[in-house]
């Protein structure tokens, strides 16, 4: 069993997760942006469908990936040298959310709902969650958002609309952020998509270990649009 959360009581430690499935930890019906906020700096994402209470997850294993490590293949790089594109930061939030929300190929519904579009909103405008946008042409094909807490950077969900429109995005946070100090990308699950680039499983318990240092003195602010650079240009 686990505990059901009415507003204002803490979260149980993250041990306590179930291992079936893997990192459920607790359930309730608040999802504010203050919640969300505490969740992250626990180590602790929501993650549920629609027409389910909100159930908040510490996976062990946890899916991650060091900044410094994102791989890059040789067609990955001729891709990023050569294709005409613009990444942006923050000038989209809520679409990319919504895009980010669109049903995939066998999956019948999305875990990212009105209520998580509106929570994760508030805190965009408060500077906490952002994205990073590829654009072509003045369209925007691809995509990531997230949350920044210190040195970590929590990422929630991509879209791509055109080919590697998600990993263009990624590459370039990537690299962003390791200029930045961030430690690590917090993935999660995984998948292979995540594993293609780099991303690997580390216990929970070195994962708080690293965030317990890394959201100390953590505060938000908004990201220019211009804030990543264009790293793979002659």
């Known amino acids: 069993m686990i505990p059901w959360l009415e507003p204002g009581d803490a979260f149980p430690p993250v041990t306590q997760a179930l ?10 019906l608040e999802l504010t942006p203050q919640r969300i906020l505490d969740a ?40 990023l040298r ?3 594109y613009e990444v942006r930061c923050d000038t989209a939030f809520e679409q990319v959310m919504q895009l980010c929300a669109e049903p995939r190929d066998g999956q019948r519904g999305t875990w990212i709902s009105e209520p998580m579009i509106a929570a994760y909103c508030t805190l965009h405008a408060q500077g906490w969650a952002h994205s990073v946008e590829t654009w072509v042409e003045g369209e ?8 920044a807490i210190g040195r970590m950077f929590y990422g929630e969900s991509m ?12 590459v370039h946070v990537a690299r962003y952020l390791e200029s930045q ?30 965030l317990s240092q890394s959201v100390l003195s953590a505060h938000p602010r908004r990201w220019r649009p211009d804030e990543i650079p264009h790293y793979f240009r002659d």
């Open 19 to 28: 291992d079936e499935p893997n990192g459920l930890l607790a359930a309730g």
């Open 40 to 79: 992250y700096r626990q180590g602790i994402f929501p993650w549920f469908s629609e027409g389910e209470p909100v159930l908040w997850w510490s996976p062990d294993p946890r899916m991650v990936l060091v900044p410094s490590e994102i791989r890059i293949t040789p067609s990955m790089r001729k891709v």
């Open 82 to 84: 050569n294709r005409p």
């Open 140 to 147: 925007l094909v691809g995509g990531l958002y997230g949350m």
């Open 159 to 170: 879209f791509s609309r055109v080919r590697d429109g998600s990993k263009i995005a990624l």
């Open 181 to 210: 100090g961030v430690e690590l990308i917090d993935c999660q699950m995984n998948t292979a998509h995540l594993a293609s680039m780099g991303g690997r499983e580390i216990a929970r318990s070195e994962f708080c270990r690293v």
